[in-house]
């Protein structure tokens, strides 16, 4: 009975011993729309994201190969890992293995000082888009 009294102690001391700031914010701010080049995926190597815009908005990938997380890079079809060699299209999507999963989107929102936060706790379709002008 002690014992489970001891251990409840416990779990209660170490509950408020983790700070609420502990927790993982997975939200980054990366900069304004304006800042990354048009047509082409620019590599953030602090947030291992490749941020892509076009005329009509962006889209945030994993730069982290669904293998075993290696950083790929751009290639003419998308995506390359060199670890392994598997490779995407620029749509995600697997073109060869080993890796079986497509690389995940990430939720792109926008600060009410317009700047674009990347949300990488949620996934999105490939096609989602932060429009240029919502
Ligand atoms: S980690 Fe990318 S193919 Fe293995």
């Not at 990366?30 to 953030?44: A, C, H, Q, R, V």
């Not at 669904?66 to 995407?88: D, N, P, R, W």
């Not at 299209?89 to 990347?118: C, F, H, M």
Request: hydrophobic content about 35%.
């Amino acid at each position: 009975m002690a014992s489970v009294a001891g251990f409840l102690v416990f779990l209660s001391l170490f509950r408020i011993s983790i700070p609420k700031s502990s927790r993982m914010d997975k939200r980054i701010k990366i900069g304004k729309p304006g800042s990354f080049p048009l047509n082409d995926f620019t590599y953030m190597a602090a947030y291992k994201i490749y941020v892509y815009r076009d005329n009509s908005g962006m889209r945030v990938v994993s730069s982290n190969c669904t293998h075993l997380g290696c950083g790929i890079e751009k290639s003419l079809e998308g995506f390359q890992c060199f670890c392994h060699g598997s490779t995407y299209d620029k749509s995600g999507n697997v073109i060869s293995g080993p890796a079986l999963k497509a690389l995940p989107w990430y939720r792109l929102y926008k600060s009410t000082e317009g700047q674009v936060i990347v949300d990488m706790a949620k996934i999105v379709d490939s096609e989602f888009k932060l429009k240029a002008n919502p």
